[in-house]
């Protein structure tokens, strides 16, 4: 458990480092695009009318965001849907809004946010896959029909990929895996059982309640056990042990 906790951190820094390099770089390169067009008035046109610059800012605020928090995978999929929209609205052709789409719902996916309300969000994801193929019959019948075949072949290969991620992590948990709490000396009794209880989606003002304490002493300790679990927080504990047997 403990080489793979290691693995994680080791992951997290190299998030940080490649969002860190792809940050500069995307800078640089728009700032020489920028300074090419010397007149003002170019530049200022540029940056109203050029989705190429709203793209630009909003991948920068991306890469912020996993610079600072590489295990915010819901970020992940905020981005990715704004970033669909606008493709979708400037490049309609561009099957890169699929391909990021998808990438978005895989994010909910690993970070668990897909577990609870699944018939809603289910709903909502089918619909923006509606969308996302029939956005472009506003342009006429024979411009949609181009593009309606390659994104349907990439959908396609999008939810396979996706069924095989959700296959193999339901695999792993049903081969009995355990969360061994033993291994983590620094926890007393009454953390196990809070441990349990948080795999169990309790709330904090439920365990608080139980155990006649405050809201905020719960979510302060709970803060103290997932740095000795080596999770980042509560969404990380759930999506990574939730379905694991729990020793004690």
């Not at 605020?61 to 996993?66: E, K």
């Not at 978005?104 to 089918?126: D, N, P, T």
């Amino acid at each position: 458990m403990r080489k793979v906790e290691s693995l994680e951190n080791i992951l997290y820094f190299l998030i940080r480092l490649a969002a860190s390099i792809f940050a500069v770089i995307i800078l640089g390169v728009n700032i020489v695009l920028l300074l090419r067009e010397y007149r003002y008035d170019k530049i200022f046109t540029r940056l109203i009318l050029g989705y190429r610059f709203i793209c630009t800012i909003m991948t920068e605020f991306f890469l912020i965001i996993l610079i600072l928090f590489p295990y915010k995978f819901e970020a992940v999929a905020v981005f990715a849907f704004l970033y669909t929209g606008v493709l979708l609205y400037a490049d309609p052709l561009n099957l890169l809004s699929v391909l990021i789409y998808f990438l978005g719902i895989v994010s909910l996916y690993i970070r668990g946010l897909l577990k609870k309300k699944r018939l809603l969000k289910s709903c909502l994801i089918s619909a923006g896959i509606i969308v996302i193929l029939f956005s472009n019959i506003r342009y006429g019948w024979f411009f949609f029909l181009e593009d309606f075949e390659n994104k349907i072949i990439c959908c396609t290969v999008c939810m396979l990929i996706f069924m095989f991620i959700v296959m193999e992590k339901n695999k792993v948990k049903q081969n009995n895996c355990v969360l061994d709490l033993t291994l983590f000396p620094d926890l007393t009794q009454r953390d196990r059982d809070w441990i349990e209880m948080a795999l169990s989606q309790e709330k904090y003002d439920t365990i608080a309640r139980k155990y006649n304490l405050s809201p905020n002493y719960v979510k302060n300790r709970m803060r103290i056990i997932f740095k000795i679990l080596e999770v980042p927080d509560r969404l990380a504990l759930i999506a990574k042990y939730s379905g694991y047997d729990v020793k004690k």
